[in-house]
């Protein structure tokens, strides 16, 4: 007779457990990270519950609700499940903790979020709950605190909470999109939240400002302006009045900050060519980071910032090299078209988006910063360029002419869910996403 | 015997004949005379139109070779600035046409050494923006180092791209793009 020793039995019960609660602790079996978008999690945010009666309160409950549905809808891993469909009238229900999961899983919601919100005069309490359905669970809870007026910030933190339950990132709730508009009549460069809500003015330049780029830490922003006559580069800190402008001779453009460092790579041609250079935050220049016959620009930076991506025609065709900085090595990353500009290196260090033009037509293209692929993730639809990646890796932002007049555009990491970020009079272009910012 | 006749003829005839041209001249030269002194005058008066109207048709001349000249020199600096290079897609190289052209602008800069100029470069809408704001300053140092063979100083010309930002034609098709690739001459 075989007899399994006590010793195997408690090494394969143990094993068991230790998978059992890896699982179940981390959370990341909501969403797979390899095709986080593959499958959308049907989730349910049924109205608030009003604490009290009254219209404020009742008002509060359906902004906050719905604000919180377009805020997890955009970030593209859930599937957020019609209201018509609910069994359960959330003000009919005696306290927030009395849930009969039952009610929402026989309608196919595997993650529901309820909320009981307050108003009493300018100040706002929010309670807020992710419930795991299928286990009948709590996931999150939360209970917030503020001005009416911050409502915005209280339902964004909590999606963030949601968000890094479920991936382990902050997300992205507390970043912001710069990018270039004509409004006015000239070129501008505007700021707006990650969902395009509040936009605003930043550059009152009056003449033709270009390429926007978030210092690491969200403080500074570089961009190209002809305010002087001619293309300079400007380095100004968002809040405080103070900054530097880079005006050498010829053209100063493509700024790039280095990851955690108050220094960025540029494109300047003082030389008599466009080169790229690295340049403290007041405008000197450190090194010569490229040196060749032909033009190199749009420098973009791996996130250690040990490696460098860049644009050159040295094989006689726009191309992405990849250069080693400490190694000086350059490689070249696109095999595959004719004009490859513009990348974007993913925070997440893996991939870099750029735009690939055939045929006349841009599209945005994601390649593997080993070389892999690339993969096409626009299609037929206008001109689509200048990609940027949210901090946390999961959207890109994008220029598009599929609608006539240039728009900023958001997708998928993978291509998904293409829509609109906003639009404003004239037309918008090259967006730049920021970081995790503090203090939002 | 007829010899002798015809002497005494001869001189029946001739020696009378030199008597009266004396005799007529005399009283010639007496009216010459009078003549010079009562027309004196009017002739001066005659001569002095004369040469007045000389000196006005040569002033008249003279301004209308300034008057050439200037137009001339009015339409070839009008030709500097309005005649613009093309160039190729993605291209920064002279053409046989823009090589004419750009002979054409270093003559007038050598004929005109106090002129300075800025060389402007322009791209089409296709590609992007940083990519051609690179590009069109290619082709402004392009056409400025070609000048600068050809003997202009180089002190003298400027450069400065506007890569797709300022195109002359808004359209999006082949023709619109083949006008918007150009370098653009300004006298400073």
Redesign the interface.
């Known amino acids: 007779m075989k007899y399994y020793s006590i010793k195997t039995i408690g090494l394969i019960a143990l094993a068991y457990v230790m998978i059992g609660t890896g699982i179940c602790g981390a959370g990341y079996d909501y969403i797979d990270i390899t095709q986080p978008f593959l499958r959308k999690i049907p989730i349910a945010i049924p109205v608030f519950k009003k604490v009290y009666p009254d219209d404020a309160t009742d008002r509060l409950s359906r902004t906050a609700s719905d604000l919180l549905a377009e805020t997890l809808d955009f970030t593209g891993y859930f599937k957020i499940l019609d209201r018509g469909a609910f069994l359960v009238d959330m003000q009919a229900v005696a306290a927030l903790a009395n849930v009969n999961f039952h009610n929402w899983t026989s309608i196919g919601a595997e993650l529901l979020v309820t909320g009981g919100g307050l108003v009493q005069g300018d100040q706002v309490e929010m309670e807020l709950r992710l419930y795991d359905t299928f286990k009948e669970k709590m996931l999150v809870g939360k209970r917030y605190k503020g001005l009416i007026k911050d409502q915005r910030k209280i339902i964004r933190r909590f999606c963030s909470e949601i968000i890094f339950f479920l991936t382990g990132d902050k997300g992205i709730f507390n970043s912001e999109i710069a990018f270039v508009s004509n409004g006015t009549g000239n070129k501008e460069i505007y700021i707006c939240e990650f969902d395009g809500y509040s936009p605003r003015q930043v550059t009152h330049l009056n003449s033709i400002t270009l390429s926007p780029a978030w210092s690491s830490d969200g403080k500074w922003l570089a961009y190209t302006s002809y305010a002087k006559g001619k293309p300079d580069l400007y380095i100004k800190h968002l809040r405080e009045k103070r900054g530097t402008v880079i005006s050498k001779k010829g053209i100063n453009i493509t700024p790039a900050w280095v990851p955690n460092q108050f220094a960025l790579a540029a494109s300047l041609s003082f030389s008599g060519d466009p080169e790229i250079y690295l340049l403290t935050g007041t405008g000197k220049v450190i090194n010569k980071l490229t040196q060749n016959r032909g033009i190199d620009l749009s420098p973009t930076w791996s996130p250690d910032g040990k490696q460098m991506a860049f644009v050159s025609k040295r094989s006689g065709t726009p191309q992405i090299y990849i250069k080693n900085i400490a190694s000086g090595e350059e490689r070249r990353l696109t095999f595959q078209g004719r004009y490859n500009t513009q990348p974007s290196w993913s925070p997440k260090g893996d991939k870099v988006a750029y735009s690939g033009m055939e045929g006349g037509r841009n599209n945005i293209f994601v390649i593997g910063s080993d070389g892999q692929g690339p993969i096409q993730l626009t299609q037929d639809q206008g001109d689509n360029e200048a990609p940027s990646w949210s901090p946390d890796a999961s959207l890109i932002v994008f220029s598009s002419t599929r609608e006539g007049p240039s728009r900023i555009y958001v997708m998928t990491a993978y291509g998904t869910d293409q829509r609109r970020l906003l639009a404003l009079k004239g037309e918008q272009t090259e967006p730049d996403w920021s970081p995790g910012l503090v203090n939002k | 015997m007829r010899k002798k006749l015809l002497i005494h003829l001869a001189m029946v005839l001739v020696i009378p004949g030199f008597l009266l041209t004396v005799s007529c001249a005399k009283k010639t030269i007496r009216s010459e005379t009078s003549l010079t002194q009562e027309d004196d005058a009017a002739a001066q008066a005659a001569a002095e139109k004369a040469r007045e109207e000389e000196l006005a048709e040569q002033r008249a001349i003279e301004e209308q070779r300034l008057k050439e000249e200037s137009e001339r020199m009015a339409a070839a600096r009008d030709m500097f600035s309005s005649e613009d290079i093309f160039f190729e897609f993605?291209s920064a190289v002279l053409l046989a046409e823009a090589q004419e052209i750009l002979r054409k602008k270093a003559e007038w800069l050598i004929n005109n050494p106090e002129a300075a100029a800025t060389i402007e470069g322009h791209c089409d809408e296709?590609?992007?923006?940083?990519?051609n704001?690179?590009?069109g300053?290619?082709r402004a140092?392009s056409a400025k180092a070609f000048l600068v063979d050809l003997g202009v100083q180089g002190s003298r010309l400027s450069?400065?791209?506007?890569g797709e930002?300022r195109p002359v034609d808004p359209a999006h098709n082949e023709e619109a793009w083949a006008k918007n690739r150009r370098g653009h001459f300004i006298i400073n």
């Open positions: 993605d296709r590609g992007t923006n940083e990519y704001l690179a590009l300053e290619r140092e450069c400065i791209s506007y930002e």
